[in-house]
């Protein structure tokens, strides 16, 4: 059996639960996400499969 673990499903599920406990922390997690999501995008992910 082979099991794949992409990391997409699991940072969404830490965020879920991370805003869920303390609701302050939606601006910073969104902000983060968009930040990371753009640097990606303008450099590349290279060798990294994020799905």
Same mark, same amino acid.
């Given at each position: 059996? +082979?099991?794949t673990l992409s990391?997409?499903?699991l940072v969404a599920l830490i965020a879920g639960i991370l805003i869920l406990a303390v609701p302050r922390l939606l601006n910073?997690?969104?902000a983060i996400y /968009?930040?990371?999501i753009g640097l990606l995008g303008l450099f590349g992910a290279g060798? /990294? +499969?994020i799905r």
């Open positions: 059996m +082979n099991m990391i997409a499903p910073y997690i969104v /968009l930040i990371v060798g /990294l +499969n």
